[in-house]
């Protein structure tokens, strides 16, 4: 049982819970993901930690709203117990100092990038980041990305925002100006994907975080296996941060959409649910 | 291991009241007896829902049946017990009526008699060497059934035998999963005297007996009550908490404890590595029996999300296998199938397993081979391309080797695919301990004798010592490694040491 301290919408479906764990606040570092479980129908799903207070005994989650299980813990309240949490899981990114680093987030990927914007700044690194989102009211975290980054470049789709344009488009633009020695790219997989493709064109090493689907996260059911470099691997223990210009893309937008149909119909059961409430 | 040495278990067999059941029935009466058959539900009722197979014998029929055992002067069904249970004599409890006492000497050497009677291969262990087996070449004295038989009898009265723990020695112990190895190395450990802490790193407690055995074999409120019996001798129990994760073996030892029991198990499930296995609906086993037996997805009322498969096939021919093709025929599939490269014969599944889901209308398609799958525009797998298969010379385990036969391909209409070709060993605990030695296996290297590892403080059992075996082979460890602990610690604690 880990008990809700702080609640906070950062949008209208992005939602950020400060928990008590303190084994975990202790334990964690960038780029570890916890699995959270709600109720004894709950199911497991993965979430990144995107910050932790180890005096405090907390961490917290940034939760974007799309099915059933992220619409439950958005409705949670301060006080309420979220009965299972459980990590810190998954392999910490590897900090080290390479010169620039570019960083890309787009929508609640931010979220997780954040831990990892903040360690590599530490680290000495060089940190411009290109965060986009549809539009101003979607975009998260940027005064908290602001205070780890040595420029930040924001994108958003209908332009009411920082450049109207992609996230590539911004990260084209840094890429043309100086030497970038890594990038980091966090978000949806179709983002990750193009964000790889450009990269990789420049031959700079990148690095995204996947976001495959799970069940228990401690490698025993296969669920979240992707291809990497033409290996299967288990996202939840061999990763989830990869080397993104091995990871197939396809193959993960294929599997993302295994129980689609499931997915949507238990959403649209539950949403009916709580508006009669 | 046998748990007794002759001595003792001759001297139980001298106790009057042996002698006494001895002497009420002549041998010749007892082998006469047919041996009874446990009742089942109905094949056709059973696999529309999730209802256990056999109903258990009743008291009757378990007095006639134990009635069947001779109470050997060698009784060699123990030799085949890996726990060395005192068969006979929990056998003569039953036929003297006395059904807790049954269960009482169950429960000297197993930890969980209920789940063994159910899930252990007995015509491999105790039931292959029982006298009628190997020297009257008649159908074994029915040790199994008679042991489920006790143990449900015992919980059914709802007070069950705890039993007794030496004086709390202060020493805090850690046993690391909740498997049948976790389990059955807490119960000595609590026994002994120490204070016991389990940590599970999922939110259920039980390992395999939980997530991958289902309900119509093993229900689970039967795994929860040999739990609440340990919480009742004192064993604390802490889920949701990956050690090397959640905490390393460092932070333990910070905390107080001195000594680990490693029961990890087996979780890390193998593909094939054939094209198309990552097209959707094709899983592995361990996925397709977590979803619907830990996180309970066949239910309305659960979140879970699975996929109730009409045309689908189990690739493997063990315990798991079996477990996932019966549990696809009773979510619905119109066809269930079992795709297995060898014969009948070479299957390592449990004989009553294969014979219930004969009787339930799996298909077998023996010496078949998937070489690829093929499917729809969105990725959904819907054909898998089969390869014949023809028995060649044994191989290194006994059986024989499949070979393919060339050209032989040919497809069949799948939507599901349910991998299950077995599990390597969870790698989460020796990613955390660089130190400790493993095999090229990736199992855990132990002396077996104590199941002490390369770290001097560390123990360990089960699957992560064995890759996939039985859950008795598992308690077993358990219990030896309770006892290696036990000896650890003292030797450690002597003074002047
Ligand atoms: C390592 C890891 C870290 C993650 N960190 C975060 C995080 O910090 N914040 C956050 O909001 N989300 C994060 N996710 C994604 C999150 O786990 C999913 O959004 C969540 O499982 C959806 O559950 P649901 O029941 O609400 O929706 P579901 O009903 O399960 O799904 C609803 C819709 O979302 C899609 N979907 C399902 N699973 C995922 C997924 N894993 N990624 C993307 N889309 C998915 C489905 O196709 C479906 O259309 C992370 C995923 C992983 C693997
Ligand atoms: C579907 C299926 C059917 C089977 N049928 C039979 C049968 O009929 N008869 C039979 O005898 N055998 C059967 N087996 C095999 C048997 O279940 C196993 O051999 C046995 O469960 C092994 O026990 P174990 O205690 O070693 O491990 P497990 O039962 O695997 O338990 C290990 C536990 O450790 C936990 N764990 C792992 N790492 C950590 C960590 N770092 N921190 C905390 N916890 C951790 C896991 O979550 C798990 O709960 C079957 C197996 C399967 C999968
Ligand atoms: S524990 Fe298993 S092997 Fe031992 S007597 Fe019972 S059924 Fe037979
Ligand atoms: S060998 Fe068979 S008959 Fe003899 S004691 Fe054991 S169970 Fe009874
Ligand atoms: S989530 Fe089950 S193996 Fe990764």
Not at chain 2, 386 to 400: F, H, I, V
Request: aromatic residues 6%; contains cysteine; glycine residues 10%.
């Amino acid at each position: 049982m880990s008990r809700i301290v702080t609640k906070e919408f950062l949008s209208e479906n992005v939602v950020k819970l400060e928990l008590e764990a303190p084994l975990i606040a202790k334990k964690r570092k960038a780029g570890h993901f916890v699995i959270v479980k709600i109720g004894k129908e709950g199911e497991r799903i993965p979430l990144t930690i995107s910050q932790a207070n180890p005096d405090k005994g907390t961490i917290t989650l940034i939760i974007q709203r799309v099915g059933v299980t992220s619409h439950k813990l958005s409705m949670m309240n301060e006080g309420d117990e979220v009965t299972d949490l459980v990590g810190p899981l998954g392999h910490a990114t590897k900090i080290e100092n390479v010169g620039t680093v570019l960083c890309a987030g787009g929508g609640v990927g931010i979220a997780p990038l954040l831990p990892i914007v903040e360690a590599m700044h530490d680290a000495g690194n060089r940190i411009i980041t290109v965060l986009a989102a549809r539009n101003r009211e979607l975009l998260i975290l940027e005064k908290e990305i602001r205070a780890h980054s040595d420029e930040v470049i924001i994108m958003t789709d209908d332009g009411s925002y920082g450049t109207k344009g992609l996230v590539t488009n911004g990260m084209e633009e840094v890429i043309n100006r100086e030497k970038v020695n890594l990038a980091i790219t966090i978000g949806p997989a179709i983002m990750m994907k193009f964000t790889s493709m450009l990269t990789k064109k420049y031959s700079i090493p990148t690095i995204a975080s996947l976001n495959s689907i799970m069940v228990d996260g401690t490698g025993m059911c296969g669920a979240c296996r992707v291809s990497v470099g033409g290996k299967t691997k288990f996202v939840c223990v061999d990763g989830p941060e990869f080397d993104a210009h091995e990871v197939d893309f396809d193959e993960l937008l294929m599997r993302l959409g295994a129980y689609k149909e499931q997915e949507i119909e238990a959403y649209s059961r539950y949403l009916e649910v709580i508006k009669n409430r | 291991m046998s748990g007794f040495d002759a001595e003792y278990l001759k001297s139980r067999r001298e106790a009057e009241w042996r002698v006494n059941l001895r002497k009420g029935i002549k041998a010749k009466e007892r082998t006469n007896i047919e041996r009874l058959k446990m009742p089942e539900v109905d094949p056709l009722e059973r696999a529309k829902g999730h209802m256990e197979v056999n109903n258990g014998l009743t008291k009757e029929m378990a007095i006639v049946e134990a009635q069947r055992c001779l109470d050997c002067v060698n009784p060699t069904c123990i030799s085949g017990c890996p726990v060395g249970i005192n068969i006979p004599e929990f056998i003569k409890h039953i036929e003297a009526g006395n059904f807790l006492d049954a269960a009482r000497t169950l429960k000297e050497t197993n930890a969980l008699p209920a789940v063994c009677g159910r899930v252990c291969p007995q015509e491999a262990q105790c039931e292959k060497s029982c006298f009628y087996t190997e020297k009257l070449g008649k159908k074994p004295v029915a040790i199994g059934n008679l042991e489920r038989f006790a143990a449900d009898f015992e919980r059914d009265t709802g007070n069950a035998y705890v039993p007794e723990i030496n004086e709390k020695n202060g020493i805090k112990v850690a046993v690391i999963g909740s498997g049948p190895a976790g389990l059955s190395a807490a119960k000595d450990l609590a026994g002994f005297g120490y204070n016991v802490t389990v940590f599970e790193a999922l939110h259920e407690l039980g390992g395999v007996l939980k997530y991958g055995i289902p309900e119509f074999r093993l229900p689970n409120e039967i795994v929860d009550f040999e739990i609440d019996n340990l919480k009742k001798m004192g064993v604390k129990f802490i889920k949701n908490f990956v050690v090397g994760k959640t905490a390393s073996f460092d932070d333990l030892k910070q905390e107080g404890f001195e000594a680990f029991f490693v029961g990890s198990g087996a979780g890390l499930p193998n593909f094939m590595n054939i094209p198309g296995e990552n097209y959707i609906g094709v899983l592995s086993s361990n996925e397709y029996l977590t979803r619907v037996n830990l996180m309970g997805a066949a239910k309305p009322e659960y979140d879970t999300p699975v996929v109730h498969g009409k045309n689908v096939a189990v690739i493997g021919g063990g315990n798991t296998a079996m477990d996932s093709v019966r549990t696809a025929k009773r979510l619905g599939a119109k066809r269930a199938m079992i795709v297995y490269r060898r014969s009948f014969e070479e299957m390592p599944a449990r004989l009553e397993e294969l014979h219930h889901a004969r009787e339930e209308g799996i298909e077998f398609l023996n010496l078949n081979n998937p070489v690829k799958y093929l499917a729809d525009k969105n990725g959904h797998v819907n054909k898998m391309v089969l390869q014949k298969m023809e028995l060649g010379e044994p191989d290194a385990s006994g059986r024989r080797r499949p070979v393919p036969v060339e050209g032989s391909e040919y497809e069949v209409e799948v939507d599901q695919v349910i991998v299950s070709i077995g599990v390597s060993p969870n790698p989460l605990i020796p990613q955390s301990l660089p130190g400790l030695k493993m095999s090229k296996w990736g199992t855990i290297e132990v002396d077996s004798d104590t199941m002490q590892s390369s770290v001097p403080e560390l123990f360990a059992g089960g699957d992560i010592v064995r890759g996939g075996a039985t859950v008795i082979l598992a308690m077993g460890d358990g219990r030896k490694a309770a006892a290696g602990m036990h000896a650890y610690i003292k030797s450690k604690t002597k003074p002047g040491n």
